[in-house]
T-cell receptor, first 112, second 115 residues
């Protein structure tokens, strides 16, 4: 089955860029997602990328996909204290099914 | 209007008790899920229902029983609660036929504490 890996912690200074990385194992994954979880809240979909794209930009967020290496990254430009949260990478498992496998989450801490 | 709502938000109970968590979605989605998030924030799928039919049943103790009375509801009943059941339980829903770019929509979670 699909396995999704992320580093657990990232600390950046306010105003800097944050880059959160993720790797997955299933080469047939068609959709890859980034979710944000703020303290005490549920997961909120931030953005997604389809497997035939290599980049997607949405305001301060840039998603890069290297399908050959099965590597996904989320870049947050001009990181703010409000970006402090846990970020989950998720990938669809299998070509015919729609089951998401989540990584363990990266806790982003923004230092003022 | 809340898209995926769970009740209760907090639940504190003694070991050995039986409790239920309710989930309702008003998005017209056809698939619903239960996830468990442990103290390290790791998310683990427990169950998935599609049109009231169980399609995923991961390795969870049979003390956990999901019930889906209709497409909009997926409840989780837990018998003989144990200390290790303490976690945050998330309900989610999806409707892949409308476009997989929407992913799953999550509820705000139920924090279960067993004492």
């Amino acid at each position: 089955g699909e396995d999704v890996e992320q580093s657990l912690f990232l600390s950046v200074r306010e105003g800097d860029s944050s880059v959160i990385n993720c790797t997955y194992t299933d080469s047939s994954s068609t959709y890859l997602y980034w979710y944000k979880q703020e303290p005490g809240a549920g997961l909120q979909l931030l953005t997604y990328i389809f497997s035939n794209m290599d980049m997607k930009q949405d305001q301060r967020l840039t998603v890069l996909l290297n399908k050959k290496d099965k590597h996904l990254s989320l870049r947050i430009a001009d990181t703010q204290t409000g970006d402090s949260a846990i970020y989950f990478c998720a990938a669809t498992s299998g070509a015919g099914s729609y089951q998401l496998t989540f990584g363990k989450g990266t806790k982003l801490s923004v230092i003022p | 209007d809340t898209a995926v709502s769970q009740t209760p938000k907090y639940l504190v109970t003694q070991m050995g008790n039986d409790k239920s968590i309710k989930c309702e979605q008003n998005l017209g989605h056809d698939t619903m899920y239960w996830y468990k998030q442990d103290s390290k924030k790791f998310l683990k799928i427990m169950f998935s229902y599609n049109n009231k039919e169980l399609i995923i049943n991961e390795t969870v103790p049979n003390r956990f029983s999901p019930k889906s009375p209709d497409k909009a509801h997926l409840n989780l009943h837990i018998n003989s609660l144990e200390l290790g059941d303490s976690a945050v339980y998330f309900c989610a829903s999806s409707h892949p036929a409308r476009g997989r770019e929407n992913g799953y929509t999550f509820g705000s979670g139920t924090r279960l504490t067993v004492v």
